[in-house]
């Protein structure tokens, strides 16, 4: 019976063969969609999960005290190291603590005495890390891996990169933090690990020993700490053993410091600490929103783009029912229950969906490199450590999918009575044709929405890359190195340098550095930015009144200030040589000049009212207040200045290389992600009005089909082409129109709602809601048309024909 | 004359092989005649009623219609020919189930571009000269095959024809109905002077008629005048 059914089912997708086409093309399409989401969630969900051991692991985290955001204490991952001894000697069952942090400088390392380059994800760990986290060795063990100071241990991909086959182990190389402040170290590798199975929080290419640091009560070290227990505990009781331990502990520490760090601690709220276990780190993150949420909208998108494909299939098979009616009355005839047949329409459904299944895995294992590029992801269908999960995952979706689309279909098809379907005189398709209806009102409500929304999102992001930001990034980089005045005097002197600058208001760095400032008798927390003379001019401020700073006033560098627009603006106006004073009055600064405001964050928030206060540095010394030199030159002979400038630099500090970006780089990467979200809202807009179209195209032939008596008699009875054309037509029409009418209300919420995300935004187009009705009725014409032609072509004879 | 057919033919080519349908028909019809084309299965009666119904092309031959060459004339001119002088009746009703009584009637009336008040004042009167007036807003399949045929005859008549080409018009229905029809066939041919062609197997429907067409195998054989 199976083999029956499946080669009847075989004949029937074989006898329809284009529309089984576009059914299972659109429902590839949507699988393949969906497919990514299930992976990307599957590589999320598999973080850390590389050992059973780690189920043992714990982060220690501990509420933070001293910055309260908005009157409330945060969690944090990072705790007092002192945590590490309390919680080793303190708890029961404790194998082993660490702690594991990931340096915050670029860092550059020299391997067997070639040049300098630089590497990221360098960790550093004390000698226990290997204790709790079971990692396998290539080479080397983990007991001796992190015994000694200067002991270093590389990750599996790093040793291939450089070391080739070769066995690195044993060999010294050379890291250094950053010039002149750091020194540099020499490491010998000590162990090649291999690389886990699973994504990891520690993605370390390097892991060192992390410098030996004598904790005091006025001494604290924040840093991620780990715990190992020998067995996995329970949650609730081990932290409040370690509770019971810290909570005496850190009072006694605040009251040795006669300070409370906060009215946090007045209103009867405590210290805390608490243990999470290690697989929690990535899930929920602390300060951060956690991958789900990030991921939502696409989530959204994907299953939108997958409804809309099952609604074709559904739309497809329950269209096709006319033309099977006549099959199942003589089955029924013959003496099919209706179970059987419902079980042959449902093998027919599946088999579709099988077929689309395979095809949408070839899609996405075609697109699969470019989109992995696009999200920096490493996303793989075939996964050692997924492959079955994907397989049990992809078989449940299919299942799924099959009995979302075809229950309808097969309880609808089944239904027929035989004695009326063999008269002849069956009701043509009229049942379920509402639904049908419903449904692709459905499907042309997301393809306007999404079609309205692109344009608007479009406009926006197109408005605020050609917005002035009030200066102008071109022909400037900004070098994260502390430079001395004998330095920075030498690149002054490159040929092409017009500027070399201090302006910690940059696109890479902007600490919010506040200060209070009183005017009017009124004391205003005011956002402070330090510049040197040339700091202004050197990223193309723009000056709307008075002067910038200059070497000829002498008072420049302590005596005045110049304000932007919207501090004039919040002072009430004309601002030029009036006083401001700070400190208590102690100080009194006059406003020389005001420029436009300096959009360095981008257009998303306000920039907020600011003072730019000049200093005499040429260049700065400083590394860790964030003052950046920039130097500013001759775009044109860019080379020239980038090859000098590197020259000068590597006479300097040969084990440090220069380290520097564009600033228009850094601006433009502002962008990026409102950018990447355009496209991936553009793809699915393609997607789910094409899969809409195709949707509505076999439909509108399929209903064609059916009407052709209609038609036929309606030619008979003197109907020209044009009457018949805009009969066919103008149902869809008026559901087009529909849907745009549910669409625009939506979609507005929707768009208002992305839209109040950015302080500097487009109003509300009209525009895109005309474009999108004018659009969709106009393609909808034409899908239909293509159908139509052959209906009004058609021999009227043919059809009125008595059988 | 109202229609004249001279040397029509009509034949399918397969491979080669021809396969008549029509050969050789040559006659006449003149305004007021109530024609019946008889004969066997298969004989090209319905081949012959949708060539005189401009709904089929002949291979051969040279149709006038009202004096003008059918064939000469470009679709366009062709549907505004027999939408305004042809009126059909089907075997099998062909209404449309989507559309009530009255709507179905005026469907022809749309397409002639009548307007509104006038349509509705036509669709009124036909419904009271066929007492169908309470049928008005039922659907077609709430009605029985003779009520049904009796829509289908006021729709070809609504549009004022000065011809109707009837396809075995009572071959659905029973006798009492049939005899029905057939009366008022007889009514509208020889009140209102009426042109009728009908194709029909039925020896008693044909003697309503004032003459037969014998067909045989795409021939006339026979050309009999009743009165």
Avoid at chain 1, 479 to 493: G, Q, T, Y
Wanted: charged share 20%; aromatic share 10%.
């Amino acid at each position: 019976m199976f083999k029956l059914n499946l080669k009847i089912a075989l004949r029937n997708l074989y006898k329809n063969k284009a529309y089984t086409a576009i059914n299972i093309a659109g429902l590839a399409l949507g699988l393949a969609g969906f497919i990514f989401i299930l992976l990307y969630i599957n590589y999320e969900k598999s973080y850390d999960t590389w050992d059973k051991e780690l189920d043992k692991v714990y982060q220690v985290q501990e509420l933070d005290l001293f910055s309260l955001k908005e009157g409330k204490a945060e969690w944090r991952g990072e705790s007092d190291g002192r945590l590490r001894e309390m919680i080793k000697a303190g708890l029961p069952n404790v194998v082993a603590v660490t702690h594991v942090y990931e340096a915050e400088q670029d860092e550059a390392i020299v391997i067997d005495n070639k040049g300098a380059f630089f590497i990221n994800d360098v960790q550093r760990a004390d000698s226990m890390f290997f204790s709790v986290f079971p990692y396998k060795f290539i080479h080397g063990n983990p007991a001796g891996a992190l015994r000694n100071l200067n002991d270093m241990v590389i990750s599996e991909d790093f040793a291939k990169k450089y070391f080739g086959d070769v066995n690195p182990v044993g060999k010294v190389v050379k890291l250094t933090s950053q010039a002149w402040v750091n020194q540099t170290t020499h490491y010998t590798i000590t162990g090649v690990i291999a690389k886990p199975e699973t994504p990891s929080i520690f993605d370390f290419n390097v892991l060192v020993q992390a410098p030996n640091l004598k904790f005091t009560d006025r001494a604290l070290y924040f840093r991620p700490n780990y715990v190992k227990f020998s067995e996995k505990q329970n949650e609730q009781n081990i932290n409040q053993s370690l509770q019971k331990i810290y909570e005496p502990f850190r009072a006694a520490m605040l009251k040795k410091w006669k300070w409370s760090p906060s009215e946090y601690l007045k209103n009867g709220n405590k210290p805390a600490v608490r243990l999470k276990p290690f697989y929690s780190v990535h899930q929920e993150p602390l300060q951060q929103e956690d991958w789900l949420k990030q991921l939502k909208p696409i989530i959204l998108l994907s299953s939108l783009l997958l409804l809309i494909s099952i609604i074709n299939f559904m739309n497809m098979f329950t269209a096709q029912a006319v033309s099977r009616a006549k099959e199942v009355g003589i089955r029924k005839v013959t003496g099919a229950s209706r179970a059987s047949l419902i079980k042959q329409f449902l093998l027919e459904t599946a088999l579709q969906c099988f077929c689309a299944l395979i095809l949408g895995v070839i899609l996405l294992e075609l697109f699969l490199p470019y989109l992995n590029e696009q999200f920096s992801l490493a996303l793989s269908i075939a996964d050692s450590y997924s492959i079955g999960l994907v397989s049990l995952q992809l078989i449940g979706l299919v299942t799924l999918i099959t009995l979302l689309s075809g229950i309808y279909p097969a309880i609808f098809l089944s239904s027929y009575d035989p004695h009326n379907v063999l008269k002849g005189n069956f009701a043509q398709g009229k049942k379920g044709s509402k639904l049908r209806v419903a449904l692709v009102g459905m499907q042309f409500v997301i393809a306007v929405g999404f079609f309205i929304g692109i344009l608007i999102i479009s406009s926006q992001i197109k408005y605020m890359e050609s917005r002035d930001p009030g200066f102008d990034p071109t022909g400037i980089i900004y070098v994260n190195e502390p430079m001395n005045k004998v330095l920075s005097d030498r690149i002054r002197n490159i040929e092409g340098v017009k500027y070399v600058a201090v302006n910690n208001g940059n696109v890479r760095r902007h600490p919010n550095i506040t200060a209070d400032y009183k005017y009017n008798n009124e004391v205003k927390e005011l956002n402070t930015v330090f510049v040197n003379l040339e700091g202004l001019q050197a990223v193309g401020a723009k000056l709307i009144n008075g002067r910038f700073f200059d070497k000829l006033h002498k008072q420049d560098t302590s005596r005045t200030v110049i304000i932007n627009e919207s501090l004039e603006k919040l002072y009430g106006g004309d601002m030029l040589n009036k006083y401001i004073t700070y400190n208590n009055d102690s100080v009194r600064v006059q406003v020389v000049g005001i420029i436009k405001d300096i959009q360095v964050t981008g257009f998303d928030k306000v920039s907020p009212p600011t003072i730019y206060t000049a200093s005499e540095f040429n260049a700065t010394d400083y590394t860790n207040d964030g003052f950046a030199n920039l130097v500013t030159y001759d775009t044109k002979k860019e080379k020239h200045v980038l090859a000098e400038f590197n020259k000068i630099w590597r006479q300097a500090s040969p084990d440090y290389p220069l380290s520097f970006s564009f600033l228009e780089h850094d601006f433009k990467k502002l962008f990026v992600s409102h950018e990447r979200f355009k496209q991936m809202v553009k793809l699915f807009s393609l997607l789910s009005i094409s899969l809409s179209m195709i949707g509505l195209f076999s439909l509108a032939a399929f209903m064609t089909r059916q009407r052709t008596k209609e038609i036929a008699i309606r030619k008979v009875l003197g109907a020209d082409d044009k009457d018949i054309f805009f009969l066919l037509n103008k149902g869809y029409l008026w559901l087009m129109l529909g849907a745009n009418v549910v669409a625009c209300p939506l979609i507005y919420i929707a768009v208002q709602h992305w839209l109040a995300g950015f302080a500097y935004r487009i109003e509300m187009p009209v525009f895109p809601f005309l474009i999108a009705f004018i659009v969709s009725i106009l393609v909808t014409a034409l899908t239909v048309s293509v159908q139509v032609k052959n209906a009004v072509k058609a021999n009227p004879v043919d059809a009125l024909k008595y059988e | 004359m109202m229609i004249e057919l001279k040397n029509i033919e009509k034949y399918y080519a397969n491979k080669g092989v021809k396969s008549y349908i029509l050969r050789h028909i040559t006659t006449s019809i003149k305004q007021g005649e109530f024609v019946s084309i008889m004969g066997p299965s298969g004989a090209g009666k319905s081949t012959l009623l949708n060539i005189l119904g401009m709904l089929e092309e002949p291979t051969y031959g040279d149709y006038e219609f009202m004096g003008e060459n059918v064939l000469s004339l470009n679709e366009r001119k062709r549907i505004d020919l027999y939408r305004s002088h042809i009126g059909f009746v089907f075997q099998a009703y062909h209404l449309i189930d989507e559309m009530t009584v009255a709507e179905n009637i005026e469907a022809p009336l749309l397409y002639k571009k009548i307007g509104s008040a006038e349509r509705k004042s036509r669709v009124a009167d036909i419904l009271d000269r066929f007492s169908m007036v309470a049928k008005r807003d039922l659907f077609p399949n709430q009605l029985s095959g003779g009520q049904q045929q009796l829509v289908g005859i006021a729709r070809a008549l609504v549009a004022q024809p000065s011809i109707i080409l009837a396809d075995e018009p009572t071959g659905n229905l029973q006798s009492v109905q049939a005899i029905q029809i057939m009366e008022l066939f007889k009514r509208l041919n020889e009140e209102e002077g009426m042109t009728i062609i009908q194709v029909t197997h039925s020896e008693i429907n044909a003697g309503y008629g004032s003459r037969i067409l014998h067909l045989l195998d795409g021939i006339i054989k026979e050309d009999v005048n009743l009165k």
